[in-house]
């Protein structure tokens, strides 16, 4: 069975950086297509970012483009999300996903093809 563990999250300020971490168990990381995906209170979860198998291909929500970076470790069976120039808007648990069908990144991740999820890390952006 495939477990995905984040960790990173916490409560910073307007315009601070986190970054977040997913460790992945299984011997077939470097198969999977990542994905971050994020649900605030009362909202439905959507799609934040994902990352192709070998980490070439990248897709960013117009909403974190230009601040959130995502990246792999195939070595380390990891994925991380760096979260730049923060804002309360971005406030959320952040749930890392592992696609095994889907072939890279080419446009937002649909949270139904996800095949298998973690728990979530939580981020509060303060104002």
């Known amino acids: 069975q495939v477990q995905l563990v984040e960790s990173g999250g916490g409560l910073v300020q307007a315009g601070g950086s986190l970054r977040l971490s997913c460790a992945v168990s299984?011997?077939?990381?470097?198969?999977?297509?990542m994905a971050w995906f994020r649900q605030a209170p009362g909202k439905e979860r959507e799609f934040v970012t994902g990352i192709g198998r070998s980490g070439v291909s990248r897709y960013y929500a117009d909403s974190v483009k230009g601040r959130f970076t995502i990246s792999r470790d195939n070595a380390k069976n990891s994925v991380y999300l760096q979260m730049n120039s923060l804002k309360p808007e971005d406030t959320a648990v952040y749930y890392c996903a592992a696609d095994r069908t889907a072939a890279g990144v080419v446009g937002p991740l649909s949270r139904y093809d996800m095949d298998y999820w973690g728990k979530g890390t939580l981020v509060t952006v303060s104002s």
């Open positions: 299984g011997r077939t990381f470097s198969n999977y297509v």
